[in-house]
């Protein structure tokens, strides 16, 4: 009789689910980078992922390392965040150590904004960048005291 490593490891799982859960839960805990580099490496490199043709469907590699993405976390100080979540600066450059950051994902989100509310495109010359890190609409900063100018 063979031995089928794949059935062995179904019926292991569903007898230790609960103590596996906790193992992995407590793993996070320690090692909360492991989130985040678990889940940009399935966007890069899982083809089911339901996110991987905004990432490695157009051509962004996953070249991290857990040793560069720890390092990122405490360089970024991602402990400190609410929701930390890896950036890349470059939005069409890789995950890589020189390309990479630690950020809120709130800002994160925004960030990856191509227009304002309103629809202006957030590029070049249009932009205000905060000192919280968001960025600002110039067209809307400029309608708005335009606005107020005439209230007043
Ligand atoms: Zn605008």
Redesign the pocket.
């Given at each position: 009789m063979s031995f089928d490593a794949k059935k062995y490891h179904s019926i292991y799982y569903i007898k230790h689910r609960e103590e596996i859960l906790a193992n992995q839960k407590e793993y996070y805990k320690k090692n909360p980078w492991m989130n985040n580099y678990k889940k940009a490496k399935g966007r890069c490199q899982c083809e089911t992922n339901k996110r991987y043709h905004r990432y490695g469907g157009r051509g962004i590699k996953f070249l991290l390392s857990v040793k560069d993405i720890k390092f990122l976390w405490f360089r970024d100080k991602g402990y400190l965040m609410k929701l930390p979540s890896i950036d890349r600066i470059y939005n069409n450059g890789n995950y890589s150590l020189s390309n990479c950051r630690y950020i809120e994902f709130e800002v994160n989100r925004e960030l990856k904004k191509t227009h304002?509310?309103?629809g202006?495109l957030l590029k070049g010359k249009n932009i205000k960048i905060r000192k919280d890190g968001y960025r600002e609409?110039k067209?809307?900063m400029k309608a708005r005291r335009l606005e107020n100018g005439k209230l007043s």
């Open positions: 304002c509310k309103r202006h609409c067209l809307c």
